[in-house]
């Protein structure tokens, strides 16, 4: 076991390296950099900079140096330091800027997962013990509904909906009150009454599909020879199913966290730039519009570790909960 | 059952003989007979054979150029067609004519019917000239509405008065065909990879392996911007949209060569591989004539399920103008439109194109789903 996991935990360090050259050479892609765009951007308001000018302050970004040579300053700044470089486009440390964002995300992501299992899990269970009730059906149909349906545009039509019968501006995650000020626990409030609506919104597509997964793997569970044997000691329903075939059945569950997560913070990258929220999308959006490398930069590779370290651990925990996986 | 059939077999040879037609049917057939009873898979195939119709005849069905603008008529909601005028006589179909408001207070334009005005519906009209599949040019159009000033909006109009169904009905053309090429590419990479992958198995398996477990583990969406912004605006419109696709299709292939693989380490040991083995036939006989067609009903699932993934790439990019831009027209494109509040509240009917990708997602989906169940005929 502590072989299998140690063995994992090795496995993702070149994952991790390549990662970061992989982001590295993803931002540094588009033709021109940070100051192409920024003269682009000074121009189209009527500035004009000359060539010295942008020289310079191409030479103070350090933006002139070879490519490699800017990549080793930049991973060695954040292995050694924490220091994630200076976002160009905010002139702030790009540290400053982001960490609040990703926690947000993490939080909202994490939400999201708990969510999508507290909605497919127990309906799942339902559907497959009465399997072609009318209910069933229903949740079939909305499943399918849930799973057609784009994040962006279910947060388009929240939103419209709210505006359109409640009058209520669903979008951002603080009301302007508490927009700037310090934490507290009528902010907290306000947060946990806005979080709901892209907490919906990311969870319905996952849910729609695990509920399928779930109904399929309990139907299967329940013609299980074991599964009469239980009822045959005289266990109600209840115990039976919630005590035996639901625990088979969540396999797969565990087994898709890993991919869960980055579906979910996917998910809320374009979510969140419909429905306005502080979290990372439009701030990742704007800042590869502009070329401000650093920033992008840090958005992807933190992403990128967070889904790793959420795959390592899915891994890991499918180990733990179902005996039958070998990890020789 | 087995009851009945114990009993029935000796007096009714009827289903003898049906008993019999299953045991010589090719398999083909029998995939065909399974997946019939998938009736919404039925029912989808139907819906998306429609949907590429519609895109290939896009100039034909819409009504009007989509690229015109009518200062005119910005905003105008979705007409409604009408069989009986006020009077309750018959007319045939028609629309009103409109009538145009000013709000007094907020100066805003609105549009209402005019009911003294009976524009009728006529078919094969001309219309605006258009190159029928590039080559011929014509103007003959479905439908339009008598009189040269009269316009029909079934579907309403945007902020510069174009014609939303007809840009609908061409968006079709880029949006499905995303997808088409998006997954041919990914198809290619998938199926190499995921062979490979499968049929030599040790170190290069182990890389391939770690290679999609890479891709996988990046999330997409921060991915597919990065890609994306990297593509200068100044391009042709067309090689940014071959572009976006086979961005797409970089990161889509690591489910396909799942399959792939998967099922090549199922079939590798099977007997009919090791008779084709044992009478000589080459390696690359043996993947080419009898371990790929064997797997072909999978393969078409997974491409039937990826692509929908696609064509969600494809307007999830564009709604965020990263992906394909004007004048270009595509079902994310024209979202764009729709992009911030206060252009719904105006004019819902803005969203009209998201009701047509769920409609395409959604019959993709029940599709592969159908054509999943139907992939191993043998099995029970």
Do not use: C
Not at chain 2, 170 to 184: C, D, K, M, P, Q
Not at chain 2, 242 to 269: D, K, P, Q, S
Not at chain 2, 303 to 330: D, H, K, Q
């Amino acid at each position: 076991m502590a072989g299998y996991i140690a063995h994992r935990l090795l496995w993702s360090i070149p994952t991790l390296i390549v990662i970061t050259i992989a982001t590295f050479v993803i931002i540094q892609l588009p033709p021109g950099d940070y100051v192409t765009a920024y003269i682009a951007e000074l121009v189209e308001t009527g500035e004009v900079i000359d060539a010295e000018t942008a020289a310079h302050i191409r030479h103070e970004f350090g933006l002139d140096r070879p490519m490699y040579e800017q990549f080793l300053t930049w991973i060695g700044g954040i292995l050694l330091h924490g220091d994630f470089g200076l976002s160009l486009d905010w002139k702030l440390p790009v540290s400053e800027l982001i960490w609040d964002r990703i926690g947000l995300t993490l939080l909202i992501s994490m939400l999201s997962l708990l969510m999508t299992w507290a909605i497919a899990i127990p309906i799942g269970v339902y559907s497959a013990t009465r399997q072609y009730s009318f209910l069933d059906h229903l949740f079939t149909v909305l499943g399918f509904l849930g799973r057609g349906i784009p994040d962006f545009l279910l947060a388009l039509v929240l939103m419209w909906m709210g505006f359109l019968y409640f009058n209520f501006h669903v979008g951002g995650l603080f009301s302007p009150a508490y927009e700037n000020a310090p934490w507290s626990f009528a902010k907290f409030g306000d947060l946990l009454s806005h979080l709901w609506v892209p907490v919906l919104v990311l969870s319905t597509g996952g849910a729609a599909g695990l509920l399928r997964i779930m109904r399929a793997n309990m139907l299967e569970e329940l013609g299980k020879p074991y599964v009469e044997t239980a009822y045959a000691q005289g266990l109600s329903e209840r115990q039976v199913v919630w005590r035996y075939p639901v625990r088979v059945a969540l396999n797969p569950f565990i087994s898709t966290v890993g991919w869960a997560l980055p579906a979910l913070i996917s998910g809320d990258v374009i979510t969140a730039v419909v429905l306005n929220l502080p979290t990372t999308g439009p701030l990742l959006l704007r800042s590869l519009q502009n070329q401000d490398m650093y920033l992008a930069g840090g958005f992807i590779l933190i992403l990128s570790v967070f889904t790793i370290i959420g795959t390592l651990l899915s891994d890991i925990l499918l180990v733990l909960t179902d005996p039958r996986i070998r990890h020789s | 059952m087995s009851e009945q059939t114990l009993s029935d077999t000796a007096v009714e040879p009827a289903v003898e003989v049906k008993e019999n037609s299953s045991y010589t049917a090719k398999p083909l057939t029998l995939m065909w007979w399974r997946f019939k009873k998938h009736k919404l898979a039925l029912w989808s195939l139907g819906v998306i054979i429609l949907l590429y119709l519609v895109a290939a005849f896009a100039g034909f069905l819409a009504p009007y150029d989509p690229f015109k603008h009518n200062r005119l008529h910005p905003f105008v909601p979705p007409q409604s067609i009408h069989l009986f005028s006020e009077d309750g006589t018959f007319q045939g179909p028609f629309v009103y004519g409109l009538k145009r408001q000013r709000d007094p207070e907020t100066a805003r334009l609105s549009f209402e019917e005019d009911t003294s005005k009976i524009n009728r519906i006529r078919f094969f009209v001309e219309g605006d000239k258009y190159k029928f599949w590039g080559l011929v040019p014509t103007k003959l159009r479905l439908f339009g509405v008598e009189g040269r000033r009269n316009r029909i909006y079934i579907l309403g109009t945007d902020k510069l008065g174009r014609d939303l169904f007809s840009r609908l009905v061409y968006g079709a053309r880029v949006t499905l065909s995303v997808g088409l090429i998006g997954v041919f590419f990914s198809f290619v990479i998938g199926i190499t990879l995921g062979s490979l992958a499968g049929l030599i198995g040790g170190t290069i398996d182990t890389v391939i392996q770690r290679m999609a477990e890479l891709v996988r583990s990046i999330p997409t969406i921060p991915l597919w911007l990065g890609l994306a912004a990297a593509l200068p605006v100044n391009w042709d419109p067309i090689l940014v949209y071959l572009l976006i696709t086979v961005i797409l299709a970089l990161i889509g292939w690591t489910n396909l060569a799942r399959v792939v693989r998967g099922h090549f380490m199922t079939i590798r040991n099977q007997d009919f591989v090791l008779a084709a083995r044992l009478s000589g036939a080459s390696k690359t006989r043996i993947v080419t004539r009898h371990m790929l067609p064997s797997m072909t009903s999978y393969v078409i699932a997974a491409i039937s399920l990826a692509i929908p993934e696609m064509i969600l790439g494809e307007t999830a990019l564009s709604f965020l103008g990263l992906g394909l831009r004007p004048p270009v027209i595509s079902w994310g494109v024209l979202l764009q439109d729709a992009q911030n509040l206060r252009s719904i509240a105006l004019a819902p009917w803005l969203l009209i194109p998201g009701v047509a990708i769920v409609v395409t997602i959604l019959a993709f989906n029940f599709l592969g789903d159908g054509l999943r169940d139907a992939a191993d005929p043998y099995q029970k």
